[in-house]
């Protein structure tokens, strides 16, 4: 019998930092620094995916997609690459692009609607959030293509969910990736759940890291609440594919907290014993034990760390209200680089009809009702209410 | 100045634009080694090597998601559809992705790059081969959609679409391809994207196409001139994204009449919407209603009906006896 289930060849899993906080195997090159800064970062993140969530329910910002639980995958991993290389995000991917550069008041204005929300911070090498899953594999193929023909060394980055693996486009991109070998990084963050679909539903293969093993690439699976073993495994992707060897395929394990969007009820699709069973593999928990052990860490350190991230986010919060959201005429100069006549037409029209609206505002509100307050306050508060009444 | 047919303007305009510019880079389907299926890059991997004029594997959306990336960092890709009818595969990298990078960064990334496919009927092809699909891409706002109709045309359009900022869809009337020989400057020259180009003179009824049923409309339009005293002005659009709407507008005040020809299907076309431009801005110049020949709302038939399936001569001359019947 040729057909022997037992032989189909595994992935390794890694991991380096345990629950308990304790690390096995050799520890990767960070100093003590290094190692604090990414803690930082991911209590940084927490903070502000708690504060985001209740923006949302504030009707502050729009629909968010929240990351708790998965911190150590994506600092732990963008920890490892170098300015120079190139990230291509989903939605969820927020402190890789701050970590990149991206400054986290961008962050917010993408969910508050401004037309500059999806804007890509000069001088930062990364993609605007993708939406259509898996969109983005194809883009970082594509740019670890200009970067082989450039010569430039750089290396690019494609995050994506599990989910994600079950669409055609990630099958293209990891072939392409594969026969051209091409300096890209596909970094999963299997976080379990793909909205209300579980992983075993998104695909039967035992583990999504073997998927490499058809284009004959590296792949590896890696606990993704151990940040010590993701920087482990993505600086020895990062040096693979930065010496012209080819693709690396990473599927990190982790689990998101919270829902999907803010629009989905996870109690709906998932047990609680299986939040409460994650909840105990707590990426950031599992770090602070690793780093108390080590004496680089204690609760007052930890607090006065939250404490900043509160107070630097609560400054970013501000910022971003503050900040024009744009109005519609603006719109029209964004779909090309110079605007074709009959879109100059639609935009002049729009133009029209908004300095007609804000003449009308302006004769027959009273006084003191905020139509004077400028057109950013105007549009948020439309922005909110529109927010409120889909009754998130 | 040599004379050429579409397929060798088409050819020139890439050998030139590559010479000139070492981030353009051709690739798709057989256009390497075998100098695509209708030798449209012929010579051009023996001229600038595998780097550069490359065989990809056989996959339509990373072919077009490839070019994205690419674009995005300072390459001016040129990728390949081999049948605009496989273009279906790539819709998402297409109309969701390389339409709207530019509206989603806020107008931070753009992307140069540029999509050749061969497309049109008449050629006896398998099925999804022949699909004229130009209608799903004006629908896309942040495309450029370019369907030239003769060899000068096909190689301005096309040098003018590599150096464009845009994503620019280049679509290539197969039955053109060899059609006929004319004379094409053998240097650099530009045809402006978005601008119709005026091929006959008239005064009674503006005849607007593009593509395959350009040399057609001509023909038709110059035995109406002959035989029957009609004086039809026939406006070539050349580009569909975006519509040269004031050329046709000023054309059909003039004339008075409108017949719009495609070879797509008809409901939701490029023709509908042309027809509507004129409904709202021309309405009182009109003496008669406008009319289509059009494909049929059918899927792209078999070789055995698609004689009668497009727009013919017979079905052309009978709709401008039509519109001209309203005195």
């Known amino acids: ?392 | 100045m040599t004379m050429m047919n579409i397929i060798e303007a088409i050819n020139s305009a890439l050998q030139l634009e590559m010479d000139r510019d070492d981030k353009v880079i051709v690739f798709g389907e057989d256009v390497g080694h075998a100098g695509g299926v209708f030798r449209a890059t012929d010579g051009l991997q023996a001229r600038f090597g595998e780097r550069r004029v490359v065989d990809t594997p056989l996959a339509e959306s990373a072919i077009i998601g490839a070019a994205v990336g690419m674009a995005a960092r300072g390459l001016r890709p040129i990728a390949e559809i081999q049948f605009l009818g496989f273009i279906y595969e790539a819709m998402d990298q297409l109309a969701s992705q390389a339409a709207r990078m530019r509206f989603r960064s806020a107008g931070t990334i753009t992307l140069p790059m540029v999509v050749r496919a061969p497309y049109g009927g008449g050629v006896r092809t398998p099925e999804l081969h022949s699909d004229s699909l130009e209608g799903l891409f004006l629908h896309s706002p942040g495309l450029k959609v370019v369907m030239p109709s003769n060899p000068y045309d096909a190689k301005g359009l096309l040098l003018a679409a590599i150096r464009d900022e845009n994503p620019v869809l280049f679509f290539e009337p197969m039955k053109l391809y060899r059609f006929r020989k004319e004379e094409v400057p053998d240097g650099d020259y530009i045809v402006e994207i978005g601008k119709a180009n005026v091929v006959v003179d008239g005064s009674d009824l503006t005849l607007i196409t593009w593509g395959p049923t350009v040399p057609l409309a001509v023909g038709l339009a110059q035995k109406f001139a002959a035989e029957e005293g009609v004086s039809v002005e026939v406006i070539d659009l050349r580009t569909i994204a975006p519509l040269d709407v004031d050329t046709i507008l000023a054309s059909v005040n003039k004339t008075g009449r409108a017949l719009i020809v495609h070879e797509a299907v008809k409901a939701g076309g490029v023709g509908a919407e042309v027809a509507a431009l004129i409904s709202e801005q021309a309405l009182f110049s009109l003496e008669a209603p406008i009319l289509r020949v059009t494909g049929y709302d059918t899927p792209y038939p078999v070789g055995g009906v698609e004689d009668d399936w497009l727009p013919n001569a017979a079905r052309i001359a009978g709709a401008i006896r039509q519109i001209m019947s309203y005195a």
């Open chain 1, 1 to 392: 019998m040729w057909i022997q289930p037992e032989k189909q060849p595994l992935v390794e899993t890694f991991q380096l930092l345990d629950v308990d906080g304790t690390t096995h195997g050799e520890m990767p090159e960070l100093t003590d620094g290094e190692m604090l800064d990414m803690f930082q970062w991911m209590v940084f993140a927490r903070t502000f995916d708690e504060r985001a969530v209740r923006l949302q329910r504030q009707g502050r910002i729009g629909t968010y997609a929240p990351f708790s639980g998965q911190e150590a995958a994506q600092v732990g991993s963008a920890y490892a690459i170098e300015k120079t290389d190139w990230v291509f995000p989903t939605y969820r991917e927020l402190p890789v692009l701050w970590i990149h550069g991206t400054p986290v008041k961008q962050s917010l204005l993408y969910p508050m609607g401004a037309v500059s929300g999806g804007a890509v911070t000069k001088g930062v090498n990364a993609f605007p959030v993708q939406i259509i899953i898996a969109a983005q594999t194809l883009h970082a193929m594509g740019s670890a293509w200009a970067s082989q023909y450039l010569g430039d060394k750089s290396v690019n980055v494609c995050y994506l969910g599990d989910g994600a693996t079950a669409q055609g486009d990630f099958h293209e991109a990891l072939n392409f990736a594969s026969v051209m070998k091409l300096p890209v990084i596909f970094f999963i963050q299997n976080n379990q759940w793909a909205i209300s679909v579980p992983r075993g539903r998104q695909a039967a293969s035992r583990t999504l890291a073997q998927k490499a093993v058809a284009y004959d690439i590296p792949g590896i699976q890696v606990d993704g609440n151990d940040i010590l073993g993701v920087y482990k495994v993505m600086t020895e992707a990062v040096e693979h594919a930065r010496s012209g060897l080819g693709p690396v395929l990473i599927e990190a394990l982790t689990y998101r907290h919270g829902p999907h969007t803010t629009s989905d009820d996870p109690t709906r699709y998932r047990d609680a014993d299986e939040v409460a069973m994650w909840m105990q593999r707590d990426p950031i928990t599992r770090f602070a034990r690793f780093l108390t052990a080590r004496g680089l860490l204690d609760s007052a350190k930890e607090a006065a760390m939250r404490e900043d991230a509160e107070q630097r986010i609560g400054q970013a919060v501000i910022e971003a209200e503050a900040e024009a959201k744009g109005t519609l005429p603006e719109v029209f100069d964004m779909v090309y680089g110079t605007v074709p006549r009959e879109l100059e037409r639609q935009r002049d029209e729009a133009a029209t009809l908004l300095a007609g609206k804000a003449q009308m505002a302006a004769g027959t509100a009273p006084v003191g009702s905020g139509a004077s307050a400028g057109p950013g306050v105007n549009t948020r508060t439309s922005a909110q209410t529109a927010s409120t009444a889909k009754g998130e």
